[in-house]
């Protein structure tokens, strides 16, 4: 059975630090997506990653996997408000099939 | 272009009515699916579509039906509403669904907040 673990689920953040999210999961898959949601919103594709070694970046986001160790990292970089939102990960697998982390809260304090 | 729109936004049902909440994409998507979202527990796959006529089960299809009549509509259909079945609905589609690259990821409905009393 596919299980993705997020970790931490909840992370409250001084602007201007760094910080990353982790994801693991269980069996292999084709794809790996990031997610973002704000409160009573819907969610928001961030990241892809396709293969062994993918590194995406957005702004003060930057997305990696590691498909030998089942690892996607989110990394966070001089965060601001801005960033404060719940962030997902998702692994498909078999083409059809998408299971999401938990979830991690993100708040980004003054 | 309006992309995944979900209908209606908000509903309260009683125990053992049933309703279908709606879903439309003018994306020409081949894949839809819907998602319900439960706190702390992230979304979980309930049906999907890979094609018009088209549909499997997901995660947790029980007590939900669906059908795929034509490419841009999914409609979700709870037969008898449990509480259980409080949550939050996403409808989701994606393209290029068994051609590789799906660089796009899915594109999400702006949601269903379903209230079972």
């Known amino acids: 059975e596919l299980k993705v673990e997020q970790n931490p689920l909840f992370l409250s953040m001084q602007e201007g630090k760094n910080y990353t999210i982790y994801c693991n999961y269980s069996?292999?898959?084709?794809?790996l997506y990031w997610y973002r949601q704000d409160p009573g919103k819907s969610l928001e594709s961030l990241f892809v990653?396709?293969?062994?070694?993918a590194v995406k970046q957005e702004g003060r986001l930057m997305a990696s996997l590691d498909t030998k160790a089942r690892l996607s990292t989110l990394h966070i970089t001089a965060a601001v408000h801005d960033l404060s939102a719940t962030y997902f990960c998702?692994?498909?697998?078999?083409?059809?099939?998408?299971?999401f982390g938990a979830g991690t809260r993100l708040t980004v304090k003054p | 272009n309006a992309g995944v729109t979900q209908t209606p936004k908000f509903q309260v049902l009683k125990t053992g009515q049933s309703m279908t909440l709606q879903c439309a994409q003018d994306?020409?998507?081949?894949?839809m699916s819907w998602y319900r979202q439960d706190p702390g527990m992230g979304l979980r796959l309930i049906h999907y579509?890979?094609?018009?006529?088209?549909?499997d089960q997901g995660e947790v299809p029980n007590g939900y039906n669906v059908s795929r009549s034509t490419t841009e509509d999914f409609p979700l259909r709870l037969l008898s509403a449990a509480p259980s079945q409080t949550s939050v609905y996403f409808c989701?589609?994606?393209?290029?669904?068994?051609?590789?690259?799906?660089?796009?990821?899915?594109?999400f409905g702006s949601g269903t907040r379903l209230t079972v009393v």
């Open positions: 989701a589609s994606s393209s290029q669904m068994n051609t590789g690259e799906r660089d796009y990821g899915y594109t």
């Open positions: 069996t292999t898959s084709d794809r």
């Open positions: 990653l396709l293969s062994n070694g």
């Open positions: 998702a692994v498909e697998y078999n083409n059809n099939d998408m299971r």
């Open positions: 994306m020409n998507h081949e894949y």
């Open positions: 579509s890979v094609g018009a006529g088209i549909t």
